[in-house]
């Protein structure tokens, strides 16, 4: 059980240059999501998932494409890059059956820089 | 704006310790309030949830502190270990969301010295 996977653990773009961020769970939850965390500003959600075929916006969305054609992956696009994408990114993954609450599980994130 | 304020912004104590973090909503809707731990280099774990339904929840060496009516809540480590030394988030969500989307504190750095 590899739980919640992310691909590049690493990634340089320039400014304008677009690019696809992995990820994948084997744990079949419903729930997926997208952070990035930036110092002194905790985590803030990007995009979110209820299941495949649904998707919506979070709180920081712009910049950021996302789509959910399966239960496992929920890849990120990044349109065209700017230096204020330059951040850690977390997906996450939980199961929404829960009635006291969601424990959420994060992959190892990627951290991008945007030159 | 900060939906949910986290202090101190970082926090040393010597072993043994018992290192306190606080933080604080305004959202009233919010109704579910767990702690996420973060290791250098790895993403965010569960540590502790609770529910404004109960004052206080202990796990372990870790406790929740729950205060409906000022809309605040804490994080106490007891016999804290160098172990520990760790970012902790405070997060918030809404039981109408399924207590997804959650609202991220700023995080605390936390060092216990040995």
């Known amino acids: 059980n590899a739980g919640v996977t992310q691909t590049p653990k690493f990634q340089v773009l320039k400014t304008g240059q677009s690019m696809t961020l992995q990820c994948a769970q084997d744990m079949n939850h419903e729930y997926m999501s997208w952070y990035r965390q930036d110092p002194g500003m905790g985590l803030r959600l990007i995009h979110y998932?209820?299941?495949?075929?649904?998707?919506d916006q979070g709180e920081v969305p712009n910049g950021y494409n996302v789509s959910r054609s399966t239960t496992e992956d929920f890849p990120l696009r990044l349109l065209s890059a700017a230096p204020s994408q330059t951040s850690v990114y977390f997906c996450a993954s939980s199961s929404i059956s829960g009635t006291s609450g969601s424990e959420q599980y994060f992959g190892p994130g990627t951290r991008l820089t945007v030159t | 704006q900060q939906q949910v304020k986290q202090s101190p912004q970082s926090l040393i104590v010597q072993k043994g310790g018992i290192p306190i973090i606080n933080c604080a909503y305004e959202?009233?809707?919010?109704?579910?309030f767990p702690w996420y731990q973060q290791f250098p280099g790895k993403g965010p774990a569960l540590l502790i949830a609770?529910?404004?339904?109960?004052s206080e929840k202990k796990e372990g060496r870790f406790t929740i502190s729950f205060n409906k009516s000022a809309k605040q809540f804490s994080l106490h480590i007891m016999d804290s270990q160098p172990g520990d030394s760790a970012t902790y988030f405070c997060a918030a969500s809404r039981a109408n969301t399924g207590f997804q989307k959650l609202v991220f504190g700023t995080g605390t750095r936390l060092l216990v010295s040995p």
């Open positions: 998932s209820v299941g495949a075929g649904i998707t």
């Open positions: 959202n009233t809707a919010f109704d579910y």
């Open positions: 609770i529910r404004p339904d109960v």
